[in-house]
Nanobody
Framework: QVQVLESGGGLVQAGGSLRLSCVAS????????MGWFRQAPGKEREFVAA?????????WYADSVKGRFTMSRDNAKNTVYLQMNSLKPEDTAVYYC???????????????????WGQGTQVTVSS
């Protein structure tokens, strides 16, 4: 059974930084793309960033976070990270980590391509 656990959320002032972590177990971690999504109150879940399987480092970002957020992975630790800098109030949301449904597939920005989700971690950015 795949388990995904996010951590690192919190309250930060606008312009500040946070680093989220996500540990996944129950699969050969390095064989699966990983994604970060977020959901703000009253809004749909939206794509934030995704990272390819393996060690290529290929990562995609939503336009809204490009240049401010950096996703990375450490296959030895079964962990992905989301470094969030220059945070804005509109970044306030619950952030979710997810693993792709199938191994050896390219990362995508589509939530339905991921099947194992964590419970989320709250990020609140005050103005």
């Amino acid at each position: 059974q795949v388990q995904v656990l996010e951590s690192g959320g919190g309250l930060v002032q606008a312009g500040g930084s946070l680093r989220l972590s996500c540990v996944a177990s129950g699969r050969t971690f390095s064989n699966y793309a990983m994604g970060w999504f977020r959901q703000a109150p009253g809004k749909e879940r939206e794509f934030v960033a995704a990272n390819s399987w393996g060690s290529s480092g290929n990562t995609w970002y939503a336009d809204s976070v490009k240049g401010r957020f950096t996703m990375s992975r450490d296959n030895a630790k079964n962990t992905v990270y989301l470094q969030m800098n220059s945070l804005k109030p509109e970044d306030t949301a619950v952030y979710y980590c997810a693993t792709a449904k199938s191994p050896y597939r390219a990362a995508t920005d589509t939530a339905t391509d991921y099947d194992s989700w964590g419970q989320g971690t709250q990020v609140t950015v005050s103005s």
